[in-house]
C-alpha cells in the first residue's frame, strides 16, 4: 500500500469530516499549546470550554507567566490532572526567562519546557510551524494498530518507538499539519475504540486489521493499572463566619489545590473511630463547644491510580484551636474562590443545594 495514497485519503476525510475547533483556525503556538494540555485526559466539549475561558483571562505567554499559580489552578479547577496547569505556568515562566517571552521554534527548545513530552512536541512544532513530525497520541495508535494489524502493545516501549517510525513514514512532509491532525481526528471519529463503522470507512479496502478480523482485538496494551483505594475523612470546620481550608502540599494528587482538613486512614473507619483518634483530639484540642452538622458519605472518586472513598463532616465550632493555625481562616462566603479539587467541589454543591 502506497504511503501517500493512505495519507491522501486521510486528508481528504479530514477536510470533509472535521469538527470546528478554534485551535484549528490559529498558528499561535501559544494556543496550541494550551489546547494540547487541555485535551490531553479531557474529552473536547468540555476541553472547548476551558479553553475558551482560559484563553480569554491568559491570552499570551506573558499573561499566563505574570498570573498567580492559584489562580491558573482555580481557572483549571474541575478539569483534573492538576500538574498540567502546574507545568504550564511554570512552562510560561519558562519561555519568558529563557526564551525573551518568544515561543521557542524548534523541537528541541520545545521539548525543554515544563509538561512538553514527545506527542505535545511534535503537535505544536506541525501544527504552528508546518515542521515534520508526527504526532502520535492514543487516536493515532490505534488507526495505526489496525490498518496493519499491528499487535506489539502500545504501552510498550518497543511498541512506541515502532509506531513513531511508523505514523513518521507515513507523514505527509508537504503538509504535516494536515497529516497529524487528519490521523487524529480519524481515530477519534471514525476508527473509535469500539465497534467502529468500518463499513463506512475510506480505508477498509486496504485495513489489514479488518481483512485479518482482529479489530476489536486491536491495539494491544500491556498489564492494567493497579488501582489503590484511599480513605478521606474531611472535616468541614466552620465557626464565627470562617472556614478551615488547607493547600495541599508534596508528591501527592492535588499537589497545590485545596481542601479541608483531612485525615487520611487505611480502611473506612466510623465517626467514633475518627474522633477517638490523636490527630483528631488534637484538632480540636480546648475546644468547647463541638456540633456535628452532617455526615456526607460521597460517591467513590475515581481516579487514574486511585480510587478515594470520601467522608465529609461538617463541624461546627464556637472559636479555633491553637492546632487549628496552621490552616487558612476563609471567610464562608469566599471558599468558592480557591481552587479546589472535583471532589471537593462536589461536596459544595451537594451542601449549597442542601441535598444531605
Ligand atoms: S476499516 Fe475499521 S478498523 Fe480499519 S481503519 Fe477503518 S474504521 Fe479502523
Known amino acids: 500500500m502506497e504511503d501517500r495514497e493512505i495519507s491522501d485519503i486521510l486528508i481528504h476525510w479530514y477536510e470533509g469530516n472535521k469538527r470546528d475547533l478554534p485551535w484549528r ?3 499561535d503556538p501559544y494556543l496550541i ?19 475558551n475561558r482560559f484563553t480569554e483571562r491568559f491570552p499570551n505567554v506573558a499573561a499566563l507567566a505574570g498570573a498567580d499559580e492559584d489562580e491558573v489552578m482555580k481557572y483549571w479547577q474541575g478539569l483534573g490532572y492538576y500538574s498540567r496547569a502546574r507545568n504550564l505556568h511554570a512552562a510560561a515562566r519558562q519561555i519568558m526567562n529563557d ?17 512538553i513530552g514527545d506527542y505535545t512536541a511534535a503537535a505544536i512544532c506541525s501544527f504552528a510551524y508546518r515542521l515534520s513530525y508526527a504526532a502520535v497520541d492514543g487516536n493515532v495508535f490505534r488507526v495505526l494498530a489496525r490498518l496493519f494489524d499491528i499487535d506489539l502493545p502500545i504501552d510498550g516501549g518497543e511498541g512506541k518507538k515502532y509506531f513513531t517510525a511508523l505514523a513518521q513514514s507515513l507523514l505527509d512532509e508537504r503538509r504535516p499539519d494536515l497529516f497529524n491532525q487528519a490521523m487524529m481526528e ?5 476508527c473509535v475504540p469500539k465497534s467502529p463503522d468500518c463499513e463506512s470507512c475510506p480505508l477498509n479496502g486496504k485495513c489489514l486489521g479488518l481483512s485479518a478480523r482482529r479489530v476489536e482485538r486491536l491495539p494491544v496494551k500491556n498489564g ?3 488501582v489503590k483505594p484511599r480513605y ?24 497545590n489545590l485545596y481542601e ?24 480540636f484540642d480546648g475546644i468547647e463547644n463541638i456540633e456535628i452538622v452532617r455526615e456526607y458519605v460521597a460517591k467513590k472518586h475515581v481516579l487514574s491510580h486511585r480510587v478515594i472513598f470520601p467522608v465529609f463532616y461538617e463541624i461546627r465550632i464556637d472559636s479555633f484551636s491553637r492546632s487549628m493555625g496552621k490552616y487558612l481562616k476563609v471567610p464562608d462566603d469566599r471558599v468558592g474562590e480557591y481552587a479546589v479539587s472535583r471532589l471537593i467541589q462536589s461536596y459544595l454543591e451537594v451542601r449549597d443545594g442542601l441535598l444531605f
Open 33 to 51: 499549546w494550551i489546547s494540547e494540555i487541555i485535551l490531553q485526559q479531557t474529552r473536547v466539549v468540555q476541553g472547548l470550554e476551558y479553553f
Open 224 to 226: 492494567k493499572t493497579v
Open 186 to 190: 480519524f481515530g477519534a471519529l471514525q
Open 25 to 27: 483556525k490559529t498558528s
Open 232 to 255: 478521606f475523612n474531611y472535616l468541614y470546620v466552620h465557626g464565627q463566619g470562617m472556614t478551615l481550608l488547607s493547600k495541599r502540599m508534596g508528591n501527592d494528587i492535588w499537589r
Open 260 to 283: 479541608f482538613p483531612l485525615i487520611e486512614t487505611e480502611r473506612a473507619v466510623t465517626w467514633e473511630e475518627l474522633s477517638g483518634m490523636v490527630v483528631f483530639q488534637e484538632l
Open 99 to 115: 526564551f525573551g517571552g518568544v515561543f521557542p521554534r524548534t523541537r528541541e527548545e520545545v521539548l525543554s519546557l515544563r509538561g
